[in-house]
C-alpha cells in the first residue's frame, strides 16, 4: 500500500472513525484502526464492537484531486497514535507507505514516522446488514429526534432495553421514545416515503449520541438500514453501525396521561432559568427536587435547604386554567425536559400532584416530555 | 447590612476572591466568603490559608454608582453557592439584606434567596504584612516572570523549598529562579525605583499560579509587600497575600555553565512542534526522552518505542557552531522551555552529552532555562 493524501481531508475522516474507538476493548485489534486504499480511494473503519464507524474519502472530489494512489493495500495502525501524528503533522501533505511486512512510514514535510502495524486480515470483517427494513430522513431530523429523546434513556444496566431509544414506524410515520422510568421523551415525525410495514428496533443511546457528533447539520439524506441485531446509518461518506438492543420495549403508550385537570402555558426559557436557580439549593441536599405551585397567573418556584437556606420565585405563567396546584419534581428532569424542547411557550398538563405529567410546546405537538413528581407536600 | 448593587460589579470580584476557594479546608468557615460593606464600598475575602484574596468594590467609579447602601454591616456565606446564585440571578441589580440574626436575603427581580449566612466575627483576620521590603511591578511583567518560570518548581513535597518560585532583589534587579533539580527557569528583570537593600523570598508556585489568573493584561502597577512569613501583591482593588516558603533555597548559580562546546541556533517554534511530533511515540513508553543531534547545518530530532514504532524528522538550524552532539532528554522539559521562551530564535548551549545544557532567546538576555540530560547514547 502506498499513497499521498491530503492531510485536512485524512484528519476529518479520521476524528469521525475515532469517535467509535475506545481504550476498553476486549479485542487488542480493536484499539487500531484499518485503513484500505483502492483505485476509488482510501478507507478507515475503527470500532469497539458496539458501534463500527467506516469513513471513506474518494480519489477526487469536485475535480480536486484528494489521493495520488501508488500502490492498493490494507494495514492497521494504532488509532491514538496515528490519529496524534496526523493532526500534528508539519504540512498538508502526507505520504504513507506499508514497506517492509507491516512496517508503515509516515512521511510529511521532514518528519518521518516508522509505525509497526498490525495485520488487516486479523480485523473483524464489517457486520452484514441484510436490508430487512430501510427508510431515509434528512440530517438535521435525526439530530433533532436524538437531542429530543436521548437524554431520557435509563443510565443503569438493570434493564437493559431501557438504556435504548425504541424507534416505531407504524402507518408511514415514525415515533421515538426513551425512559428511564421516571420520566419519558416521545417524538413524533411523519418523513416523506416512510415504509408501510409497521416495525420496530430499539437504538443503544450511547450509539446514538456518538451518531449525532458525526452527523452533519443539513438536510442531507440519511439512510437507515435495520436488520435483526444491526442497524446502518448511512450518509455520502460515512457508514455507522450499530448493533440493536435485544428485548421487548415496554409499552408506554398507556402511561401518557389523555386528560389534565391543571393546564399551564409559559414561556419556556423563563421557567428554564427560574428551576436552574432554584435547584442552585435543592443540589445540595442531592435529591434535587423543587416545588411547583399555581397562584392565579403566577407561578411560585421554591427550594429549600435546611443547612444552607431557601429559594421562592416567581414566574409570569401566559395562561394557568383548571384546579390550583401544588407539586414537586426533580429540578435536573424538568430541565433537561424544558431544554429538549427548547425556548418555545410550552404546555404543562397536569392531573393531580400524585400523577406524571406532560410537557410539549404550546403550537407543536411532535415533541412530548413526561414527567414522575416526587411526593413532598 | 443592606445594599443594593450590580450585579456584574460584583460577579467580577467575586470570580477574583473564588481563586482563594477550596473545598478542601481546615477550618469550616473558610468554604465561605466574609461580605463587609462600609461607606467607601464593599469588600469581599475568601482564604484557604495559603492564598487569601481580598477584593473591593467602591461606592461609585467614574461618577457611576455601583453601589447603594442602607446599612453597613458584615456576614460571611457560603461561597460556591453564593458565587453560583450571583451568576444566575436574572437581572442587573442584586438587594442583598442580612435580616434576622444570620439569615441573608438576595432579591433580583421576582427571585428570592434566603441563605443561612456564618458569623463574620469567626472568620480568620488577615494577616498582618508589616512592610519590610516593598517594590513595584507592571501587572504584565508580573505575569511573564510567572509564565516564564513557575512550570519548573517541583510537584513533590519531599523539598518543600522547590515548590517555590525564588525571587532575589540584589543591585536594584530582580532574580527569579524556579527549579525541580531536573530543570532549572530564570527570569531576570531590571525593573524601576527597585530597592538597594538585597533581599531574597521564597513564594509557592501555586500562589503564583492562581496571581496570575487575576492580573491584569496590562502594565497599571503591582505593589509587592514581603514581611517576614507573608507576601501581599496589591493592586487597584485587589489584595493578593501568600504565605511565603521558609528554609532556605539552594544556591543555583553553579548550576548555570558558563561556557560551550556546542552551540545552536534555531527557530523555537520550528523545534517546538518537531519535539512535540516526536514525543508522540516516547511518551507511549512513559520516558517521554527525545534525541537530538547536530550534522552539518541540521538538527535530527528522534525517538523510538519498540511496540510502536519509531520517528525521525529534521529542523534546519540558523547556525551550529562547535563539536557536533548527541544528546537525550524529556521531550516534556524541553517544550516547557521552549514555550517559555515562546517562538522566537532560541540559542542552545551545549557542553557535552552527559552536561546540562542551556536556553536562551538569541537576542535577549533575560530569560534562561536549563535542562539536564538523560544517558541513552
Known sequence: MKFEIVRDELLDALNDVMKAISSKVAIPILTGIKIEVNENGMSMTGSDSDITIRTFIPVERDGKELIKISEQGSIVLQARVFSEIIRKLPTNEVKINVTDGLLTLIHSGKSEFKLIGSNPDEYPILPEVKDEHSFSLPAD?????????VFAVSQQETRPILTGVHWTVEEGKLSCVATDSHRLARKLASPENMPTIPFSFVIPGKSLQELNKILPDSDSPVKIIIAEQQVLFKTDHVLFYSRLLEGNYPDTSRLIPTESKTS??????????????????AKEDRNNIVRFSTEDKMIEISSNSPE????????????????????????KYMMDALRAIDGQDIEIQFTGAMRPFILKSADDDSILQLILPVRTY
Open 308 to 331: 444552607i437556606g431557601k429559594v421562592e420565585e416567581l414566574v409570569e405563567a401566559i395562561q394557568i386554567t383548571g384546579e390550583e396546584l401544588k407539586i414537586s419534581f426533580s429540578a
Open 264 to 281: 399551564v402555558t409559559v414561556n419556556g426559557r423563563a421557567l428554564l432559568q427560574s428551576i436552574d436557580r432554584a435547584s442552585l439549593l
Open 141 to 149: 431530523l435525526m439530530k433533532s429526534i436524538i437531542r429530543e429523546t
